[in-house]
């Protein structure tokens, strides 16, 4: 999970375009990754959470590597004021393997 703040309006704006370029990629070229949603924060308008769930670390590492991950990684640091980003590890859950 990620957390962004965008720096102002203009900068979320743009930062919207190119998570949805980036999302359609995903859903284009990348079979190991089954969840990636983008989320606006109510109330919170320059923040956005990233919810991104892969198939194995391997599918997690391929994406790392695509040209669209590596443009939206570039692209992205002159739009954002932070980042956060949380690992998470599944307890238990409907729709999981645990």
Known sequence: MVRFTCKDEDSAAAFDTLVGET???IRQHEPGTIVY????????????????LYRDRGAFDAHEQTEHT????AAREE????????????QSGKGTTS
């Not at 606006?40 to 991104?52: A, S, T």
């Not at 590596?70 to 990684?73: A, H």
């Open 23 to 25: 999302i359609e990629a």
């Open 37 to 52: 949603a983008s989320h606006q924060v109510d109330g919170q308008p320059l923040q956005r959470i990233f919810y991104e």
């Open 70 to 73: 590596r443009r939206f990684l």
């Open 79 to 90: 739009l954002l004021a932070s980042v956060e980003v949380d690992w998470l590890r599944l």
